[in-house]
């Protein structure tokens, strides 16, 4: 049975997607705990980043890495990363902007409008 995020990737489920390559998919978090709280998953269904194959475990990180720089331009706030991997059994970077609505562990409710206005600050088009 496909993950959610699978789910997501192959657009069964809709998302607040800032970014897709060839082999990672961004959007944002539907219980963000900041503004522009971010998902970066490989598109290939993994359980853990660690039983990743190198090729896409390295196209994860890069993808996350290219995010939180431009997530830190557009915010002008430090960006975290979490890997947690209890909830979705599919690997994933939490990125979030440390800004004045993050604390940890609380969640924030948004409005899909909200939601929107973020993803179009944060979209990033995949580079040619």
């Known amino acids: 049975m496909s993950s959610i995020f699978t789910k997501i990737v192959n657009g069964e489920i809709p998302s607040y997607k800032i970014y897709e390559d060839d082999k990672t998919y961004a959007f944002l978090d539907i219980h963000p705990e900041s503004k522009g709280h971010t998902l970066v998953i490989p598109k290939n269904e993994v359980d853990k980043i660690y039983d990743l194959a190198d090729e896409d475990y390295h196209a994860l990180m890069a993808t996350a890495k290219k995010l939180a720089k431009h997530m830190e331009e557009v915010f002008g706030s430090r960006t975290i990363w979490k890997v947690v ?38 979209e990033l088009k995949e580079e040619a």
């Open 85 to 122: 991997g209890t909830d979705v059994p599919h690997a994933h970077i939490h990125l979030m902007p440390l800004d004045e609505t993050w604390e940890y562990g609380k969640t924030l409710e948004l409005e899909p409008k909200e939601f929107e206005e973020i993803r179009a600050k944060l």
